[in-house]
């Protein structure tokens, strides 16, 4: 069932959002090389409860961290760990907090130094298109829509689509229906509501989309070790047009 959301409840989820914001522009600055992934899982978690929030991944079906820290080839899912990062680096990192039972849900990629130029251009154009996602999202638009307008503007750019994991609605769970792929058929797919709410993510690599699963269960990789940048906002569509939730 797809929940559409009061102007109360998106109220909310708009708190919510803006904790998870605030949350990426208080990791930034500790971004670059040297730092401990486990540094940063550390400092997200301690920030969001000072929020007066709960970090919406922690036991989410077994998941045991805050954040999801995905560097280079690592899709989504990565665990935070001991690992150092280095200049030249790129790094992923999902971020969910649950305010009064509601859940904001963003993710962001960023450079670790200097990057090669074709990180750059996975970065720059990963982010565009979500973008255009978020601009096919309206009332009487079908979920299709969106999808659509994504997986053209990553073909438009050479990259590829991971099709197997998708967006998803956002409410008192923080992944909710209706699923939301980064590809689709116009006219396709549940229709857009006022009031529903979604976060909608391309996840897109400079290689092939194939993908496989690591040891642990969760983390996502490319199969040709091909870099992957993910860039996700929850959103909120109503009669009054598009309110990204996870922005400022």
């Known amino acids: 069932m797809i929940n559409l959301r009061s102007k109360r409840e998106i109220a909310l989820l708009k708190e919510a959002g803006h904790i998870v914001f605030l949350t990426h522009k ?8 040297g730092i401990k ?15 007066n929030a709960t970090p919406s991944f ?17 899709v989504v899912h990565g665990f935070p760990s001991d690992r150092v990062l280095e200049n030249g680096d790129i790094i992923s990192i999902d971020i969910g907090a649950c305010y009064k039972g509601y859940h904001g849900d963003s993710a962001w990629t960023y450079a670790v130094g ?3 130029d074709d990180k750059k251009y996975l970065l720059e154009h990963t982010e565009k298109a979500l973008y255009e996602g ?12 969106i999808g659509y307008a ?3 503007y990553a073909k438009e750019h050479n990259l590829g689509v991971v099709k197997e994991l998708v967006g998803h609605g956002v409410g008192t769970s923080v992944h909710e ?13 549940p229709k857009i509501k006022d009031g529903m709410v979604i976060a909608i993510e391309p996840m ?22 091909s870099c992957s940048a993910h860039y996700e906002h929850t959103i909120a569509i109503t009669n009054d047009g598009i309110e990204i939730l996870t922005g400022e």
Not at 207 to 225: F, H, M, R
């Open 58 to 74: 922690k036991g989410y079906e077994g998941f045991p961290y805050t954040l999801c820290i995905s560097i280079n080839e690592e």
């Open 114 to 116: 200097d990057i090669t």
């Open 26 to 33: 208080y990791l930034q600055p500790h971004i670059k090389a």
């Open 204 to 225: 897109l690599t400079l290689g092939s989309p194939d993908i496989y699963i690591l040891d642990n269960d969760w983390t996502v990789v490319t199969e040709d070790s």
């Open 150 to 152: 994504i997986e053209k």
């Open 177 to 189: 229906a209706p699923d939301v792929p980064n590809y689709g058929e116009k006219g396709k797919g």
């Open 134 to 145: 978020i601009k096919a999202a309206k009332v009487g638009a079908r979920i299709g829509d």
């Open 37 to 51: 992934t486990i540094e940063l899982e550390h400092l997200a978690e301690n920030f969001i409860r000072s929020h």
